[in-house]
């Protein structure tokens, strides 16, 4: 029969086991539980973040009651820094004194109990076709196939030292020609492997579709891996769609959109 040393040992191994699991698991996510934040895309909308579920703040009365809180301010996802924010027919930005700051790029902003980060970026042209003809092949789509949008986004987004690649191609609204299929693919690129985040395909003429483009990567449950925000620009409306995207288990996945 076991002694009581050996017991006692064995107990000890486990409680330091569950000690070291609880550290490195159970305490972020009683953390991650415990985040509350307001974050604005653009003009037209406005997410909560509480319990790890996000929502969208549609109504006047409900954007009024944010009126004059201090949110941290980026524009062209470059950081301003911590100004008031107000809401009529757009968000307009005040400093300590109450005086309009001018901010005509693309906004976003954040006011919470931790600090959100944002990820700086620049758009790159595409010189190797690879990855977009075996996404257009994929998708039956014609490799000659003429674009109205194409770039790529060169960044590291989870924090791993390496870079992914971040695609949009787009043949919506085109001005010098016409396509019988209509579509907007935003993919990512890692390891030679291909992940999508939004793919709407048409087979019918018309301007119903949007055109996408990244508008953010924010890190905005503080885990150290981006979200995506891809905005899409619609012909008929001025209020574009706004999409938020996690990668987890494999695949892009919606957390939350504007519509």
């Known amino acids: ?51 790890r579920r996000w929502g969208n703040v549609r109504y006047t009365s409900s954007l009024q009651q944010i009126n004059w809180t201090k949110f941290h301010v980026f524009e062209d996802n470059k ?40 990820l700086d970026f620049q758009e790159s042209t595409v010189d190797d076709y690879s990855y977009v003809y075996s996404v257009l092949q994929e ?8 674009f109205s949008s194409i770039y790529k986004v060169d960044i590291d987004y989870d924090g791993d030292s390496n870079i992914e690649e971040f695609y949009i191609i787009s043949n919506q609204f085109p001005l010098d020609f016409e ?24 087979t019918t003429q018309g301007l119903n579709g949007c055109k996408p483009y ?15 925000i891809i905005s899409c620009g619609k012909y008929s409306s001025e209020e574009p769609i706004d999409m938020l995207y ?13 519509q």
């Not at 604005?40 to 319990?51: A, C, L, P, S």
């Not at 950081?79 to 906004?107: P, R, T």
């Not at 890692?190 to 985040?197: A, D, P, R």
């Open 214 to 228: 990244y508008h953010s990567f924010v890190d905005t449950d503080s885990d150290g891996v981006y979200e995506v």
């Open 139 to 146: 998708n039956g789509l014609s490799t000659s196939s003429l």
């Open 246 to 258: 996690q990668f987890k288990e494999g695949a892009f996945k919606l957390l939350i959109s504007n």
């Open 79 to 118: 950081e301003l820094g911590d100004y008031y924010l107000w809401h009529d027919d757009k968000w307009y930005v005040f400093d300590d004194d109450k005086q309009a700051i001018n901010v005509s790029g693309k906004l976003l902003a954040y006011s919470g109990n931790y600090h959100v980060k944002v």
């Open 1 to 51: 029969m076991p002694s009581k040393k050996v017991y006692f040992g064995l107990f000890l191994i486990l409680a330091v086991f569950f000690l070291i699991m609880f550290s490195a698991f159970g305490i972020q996510n009683i953390r991650q539980g415990n985040l509350e934040s307001i974050l604005i895309v653009g003009d037209n909308t406005t997410w909560t973040y509480k319990d």
């Open 179 to 202: 396509a019988d299929t209509t579509f907007s693919i935003a993919f990512m690129v890692k390891n030679n492997m291909i992940y999508y985040l939004y793919n709407d395909i048409h």
